[in-house]
């Protein structure tokens, strides 16, 4: 094997190498992050909605009488 040939090739390689980062570098430092456009922000977080005991009682009552009045209609009889 040719040590020299080879030596030249690696130092080849290495600066493809060090092209591609300093394009990759040029492009995340335009703003360009996480896949978004330059100048377009991440929609704000939405919070947690959380019930009160007493709304979520007031729920599950109404939430029962909704469920029981449904069982208690008479069922049609297949003809």
């Given amino acids: ?8 090739e690696l130092k080849s390689e290495r600066a ?3 092209q591609a980062i300093a394009a ?3 492009i995340n430092s ?4 996480r896949g978004r456009p330059a100048g377009v922000t991440a929609a ?10 007493a709304a979520r009682k007031r729920l599950s009552r109404l939430l029962k009488a909704r469920w029981a009045a449904g069982k208690m ?7």
């Fill in 44 to 53: 704000p977080k939405r919070s947690k909605r959380r019930l009160s005991a």
């Fill in 30 to 33: 335009t703003g360009r992050r």
């Fill in 24 to 26: 990759i570098e040029r």
């Fill in 1 to 8: 094997m040719n040590i020299t040939k080879i030596i030249t």
């Fill in 16 to 18: 493809r190498i060090d």
């Fill in 73 to 79: 209609k008479p069922r049609k009889k297949a003809a």
